[in-house]
């Protein structure tokens, strides 16, 4: 028996919610870089001029942000029957892939810098930088709270990266008020720099991790197969996937075999009641198995709790 009256619902109200977070520090994002780049030229600061770049790919990162966010809201239809949530996580591979661009071109400025030190106008370096502070902790604020998406995840990492650049952006010109110690300057950004690349890792991986359909690093493969084993009736389980289809939304599929005098249904309802719960598993489909039948079953899971 196949059973398919099921459904992959999506949180549409949700995805709006992200559109109009991430459009809102976009904007706020974009008008701190125009500010921003004349301070960086006006100032000759190789860590403004950096920080600068990186708020540009921060717009960048924030308009494909959006744009991800956007399709990810259109319902599913035939040919994307699962919906068009992963666009969020080719969102994400795609800002991980620009922040590692910056962080070359900021070591390699740097490293021009090292070899030709540049003199800089401390104050406006401290006056951007506070005001950049600024700019970047409201802009991820604005999205804190949607931060379940690897989408708004990469954006947020971006601006935390950009509010780590003004706050060495404000040290050096700081010190440089009491010091001529002008190579502060191209060190401060290769130390930007690293702790970009360093919050870069985490987002590649995942985002990547989820593209190659790999188990979700919270999700323990053998201890889910092992909670299938263990129910009453059940002989054997075996080809069991587990894979998200986006950041929050896990699924997966298994083969259970149960014994001939097992209730298969029982079993079904079981699993359908303890996935979500224990492994945070979304939507299953369980194949059982016994000598006198072959069932198919795909369903979405639940906690006993939700269950009326």
Known sequence: MDDHGHSHTTDYGAGRRRLRAIALAFAINT????????????????????????MLTDSASLGLALLAAWIATRPADAKRTYGYQRAEVLGALANGVLLVAVVGYVLFDAYRRFQN?????????????VVGLLANLAAAYVLAGE??????EGAFLHLLADAAGSV??????LALLVSDLVILDPLAAVLVAGLVLYSTLDLLRDS????????????????????????????????????ALTASEYAMSAHVVVADDADPESVLQHCQSHLGREFGIDHATIQVESRSHTEHRSFDCYDVGDVA
Do not use: C, K, M
């Open 31 to 54: 008008v701190f870089f125009v500010v921003e780049v004349a301070g960086a030229l006006y100032a000759n600061s190789l860590t403004l001029l950096a920080d600068a770049a990186h």
């Open 208 to 243: 990547l991790n989820i593209l190659l359909q790999g188990t979700p690093p919270n999700v323990d493969i053998e201890a889910l197969t092992r909670f299938l084993a263990a129910r009453d009736g059940v002989a054997d389980v075996h080809d069991v996937h587990v894979w």
């Open 117 to 129: 030190p540049q003199p800089v106008r401390p104050w406006v370096v401290v006056g951007v930088g």
């Open 147 to 152: 931060r379940d998406s690897l989408n708004v």
């Open 168 to 173: 060495a952006a404000i040290v050096v010109g």
